[in-house]
Nanobody
């Protein structure tokens, strides 16, 4: 079992920055991939950014060049630095972890990011 807890959401003006953090606990040794998804009102949940155990990253086209995913192994956290925020980035952001060998997906409760125009 893996537990995930997000922090860092809030209200920011367009063009501003926010950093989200996700702390993992439990069977962290089994985590293969960690990342961030988001879900805007009336839309499906979508991948924002992810990082594998070996450090490979993947970003949605809509956030490339603006968002950066990073990790702090000492604190078992994954961060999402969001710059040049746009109103369309408004969503609930969810921390995600995928574990092996059980092929399980774990989710945090989500943190709301609101970008005002």
């Amino acid at each position: 079992q893996v537990q995930l807890e997000e922090s860092g959401g809030g209200l920011v003006q367009a063009g501003g920055s926010l950093t989200l953090s996700c702390a993992a606990s439990g069977s962290i040794f089994s985590i293969k991939t960690r990342g961030w998804y988001r879900q805007a009102p009336g839309k499906q949940r979508e991948l924002v950014a992810s990082m594998t155990r070996d450090g490979s990253t993947n970003y949605a086209d809509s956030v490339k060049g603006r968002f950066t995913i990073s990790r702090d192994n000492g604190k078992n956290t994954v961060n999402l630095q969001m710059n040049s925020l746009k109103p369309e980035d408004t969503a609930v952001y969810y921390c995600h972890a995928f574990t092996l060998p059980d092929y399980m997906n774990y989710w945090g409760k989500g943190t709301l990011v609101t970008v005002s125009s």
